[in-house]
């Protein structure tokens, strides 16, 4: 015969009670508990606590009469035990002022039903279900379990007296150079903007194919991992490990990577060298890979929890690409759903493990529609709740993806074209005179929760992926041929 699920009936009936005949013991319970939390005499105190409830929302005082007018109507009166029953609670308390104490004792009770419940349901799935594979088995009883157990960590509120207290203390912290207080990305206008990407903040990095965004991710990845001493985990569902450490490779050599991909019989002894120090340099940053085939969202979820609690502490979160994430889940009414609830759970787990998740995304078709061809936040793939959920949104623009438009506002009017052909053309010039696979990436700052949006210049040394701040100098220069003609900046 199975255990019964555990309740403590006394704690039950003292709250039911106390509900029964003091309004401040009824205000703390209602805004502290649900059905739910009521399991004894056969469940009959959850349908007492919700005609209790139905009162409350119809604004009518609570008491024993009321309530038994309430169980009246909805014909539970006798099932609960009639007036006897309820009377029978009033008496029942003993107590008013540990109120608190009876709420955590019915909440911890029905979160460990819960957990037993959970842990049932995996044992069914086990005994009736074929397992094709058992580590996302594991990982799905993993997050039924987590769900349950997370339940209990949730606070109740906090006085604006003490949250101040812990900002005050926050703010005498000293920020590195430049005001950051997060995670430095590498990029000092990007840390301008943001103070360095923020712990429990979900940041998007979103961009059309081919325009450089795995790359740029990978750039801040490195970045954080080396400048911020702290373990940075990336989940990469596109691309193999190896293929993202050549890469990283080529990028911190400055080396061609298709020089690289050849072979080094066709390399010089210097770049030989490069390479050989750039492994060294790789090797030794703070990464970690997870390049698993047709990853689920619980697995990113629970090798994220084991990770830090392996780590420690985690500086960064980088999930490459949202596009390519599933649930699993079977039901699911369509694909702009599952990516809300994606985004909404990786937004979850950005607060849950206190540390900033990189998200790349896709850009749909209808930002190549405008003449312009300069993303919005709109144009973000599948959902706009991925707008929502992000404290952060990056959208990258690069001027070469499109043959035949530049990265200035187009000019009206008789002529207007070989004008902007001509401002194209020394805007590549000026590009040439650094490095002939260089590139303008215009990175827009298009959501910021906690501060500023507008524009940022990045120079994109394509052959190899090396994203860098473009020097003071090149900024003028940039500045000087747009206002030549009457080009005030880079389109909004």
Known sequence: ????????????????????????????????LTEADFYGNNKR???????????????????????????LNSKEL???????????????????????????IL?????????????DTIRKEYDEEEIDDITNFISRADSKIHEVTQKRRISNFQSASDIASRVEQELKIVARPGGLTGIDTGYSQLNDFTHGFQKGEMVILAARPSVGKTALALNIALNAARRNNLPVAIFSLEMPANALIKRLIATDAGIDLDQILKGTQYLSAKEKASIGQAIKNVASANLYIDDSAGIKL?????????LKGRLGDLGLLVVDY???????????????????????????????LKVPVLVVSQLSREVDK????????????????????????????????????????????PGSKGKNDEIAQKEET????????????????????????????????TSYGRFETPSKEFEDKLREIRADHNISDIED
Do not use: W
């Open 298 to 306: 619980i697995d990113i979820i629970a090798k994220s929890r084991q």
């Open 1 to 32: 015969m199975a255990r019964p699920l555990p309740f403590n009936i006394n704690a039950e009936k003292t709250v039911l009670g106390a509900m029964l005949i003091d309004e401040m013991a009824l205000a703390n319970c209602v805004g502290e």
């Open 370 to 413: 405008r003449d312009n061809r300069r993303p919005m936040l709109s144009d973000l793939r599948e959902s706009g709740s991925i707008e929502q959920d992000a404290d952060v949104v990056l959208l990258m623009y690069r001027s070469k993806y499109y043959q035949g438009f530049n990265t200035v506002k187009r000019a009206s009017g």
């Open 107 to 119: 909440k911890d009770h029905r979160i460990l039903r819960e957990l037993m419940m959970s842990i």
């Open 430 to 461: 000026l590009l040439s005179t650094i490095d002939k696979s260089l590139d303008l990436v215009e990175l827009r700052v298009a959501k910021n929760r906690n501060g500023r949006i507008g524009n940022i210049n990045l120079l994109f040394f």
């Open 322 to 352: 949202i596009g390519l994430i599933t649930t699993g889940e079977k039901k699911i009414e369509n694909r702009q759903v599952e990516v809300s609830n994606i985004s909404r759970q990786l937004k979850e787990l950005a607060r849950e």
């Open 45 to 71: 105190h959850a349908s007492i606590y919700g005609a209790i409830t139905a009162l409350v929302k119809k604004h009518i005082p609570v008491d024993v009469q009321t309530v038994t007018d309430e169980l």
């Open 78 to 104: 006798d099932n609960v035990g009639g007036v006897d029953y309820l009377m029978e609670l009033t008496q029942s308390v003993v107590s008013l002022s540990n109120m608190d104490f009876y709420i955590a």
